[in-house]
């Protein structure tokens, strides 16, 4: 199953097997908004347009630590995806609705 997200009409989601970004991060102090959202990623939350402009800072600042990363190169397209996405929240102001299993 997915973690779902939506911002207005448009989805993402974080399928089970890209859920490895969050232990890339996790007890990272340079991305707390990822460490967030994976604490309470089970718990359906609510993310702000502000969180979602952090959240856009920390997946550039995770994609250029894992770009010369053999192992874990093939997360870099799951990244730009959700960089769109949260970006899209920013940039219009809205929040995003989660939806966990």
Partial sequence: MSFDMYVGDR???IAPHEENIFFLIIEQPT??????????FYRSPTLSSQQAHDIVHELIELSDHIAD???NRYLLPV???LLRFFNQAYCTGQSIRCVSD
């Fill in 79 to 81: 990244i730009y995806r």
């Fill in 11 to 13: 989805h993402e989601s």
């Fill in 69 to 71: 990363s053999e192992e």
């Fill in 31 to 40: 991305f707390p908004e990822l460490s967030r959202l994976w604490e309470v």
